[in-house]
DNA sequence: TAAAAATGTAATATATAATTGACATTTGTG
DNA sequence: CACAAATGTCAATTATATATTACATTTTTA
C-alpha cells in the first residue's frame, strides 16, 4: 500500500491529530498512523467511517488507480 | 453490513458469474458471495479490485450513508 | 530551551477477513 | 423433465486487520 497522503492532509484541514481521527472513528492511534503510512490494508467499514468524519467520500480518500505493491 | 445489491446489479451488467469475478480479483467464490450478502467487511484493496474490474468507483459499489449494524 | 503534545515504531495478542472443501438448493437450458 | 451451471450454505483452517502496551523521536508551544 502506497502512503495516504490524502487522509494526512484531509485530517489536516479539520485540525484533527491521529489520536483524535482514531476516537472518533473508534480505533487506536496505532491503526490511523498505520493505514497514513501505507502499512495497513484497512477495512471498508472503517474508511467509510473515516470519510464521514472527514467530510470526504470513498474515491477523495483510498481510491488509487493500480494497486502498487501485493 | 447491508447486502450489496449494487454490486450484485454491476457483476451482472458485466455477465460475470461470481465465481467469474472472484478469479478476476483473485479471491474466493465464497468470498464474493458473503460481500454480495454482506456477511463480510471486505479490505478497501479487494473492494478496489472489485471496482476496476467492474468499472465502477468506490462509491458506485461501497459508499454507505451510515453503517447499519455492528 | 524546556516541557508537552504529536508522531513514529515494535512486539505480542485477538478478532475477523478470506480460504478450502463439500454439499444443498435454485435457476437456466437442451 | 433432466442436466448443468450458478448460487447458497456450513465447518474448519489460515492470513491478516486491529488492539494493547510501551517507549523513542519529532514537532509545538509556553
Known amino acids: ?3 495516504n497522503l490524502r487522509l494526512k492532509a484531509a485530517r489536516a ?3 484533527m491529530t491521529q ?3 482514531a476516537e472518533a472513528v473508534g480505533v487506536s492511534r496505532q491503526t490511523i498512523h498505520a ?3 501505507g502499512e495497513y490494508n484497512p477495512t471498508i467499514r472503517l474508511c467509510r467511517a473515516i470519510c464521514r468524519v472527514l ?3 470513498l474515491d477523495e480518500l483510498f481510491w ?3 494497486e502498487t505493491e501485493q
Request: aromatic fraction near 0%; glycine fraction near 12%; hydrophobic fraction near 20%.
Open 55 to 57: 467530510g470526504k467520500t
Open 13 to 15: 484541514e479539520k485540525d
Open 1 to 3: 500500500m502506497a502512503k
Open 35 to 37: 493505514i497514513e503510512k
Open 64 to 66: 488509487e488507480e493500480e
Open 19 to 21: 489520536g483524535d481521527l
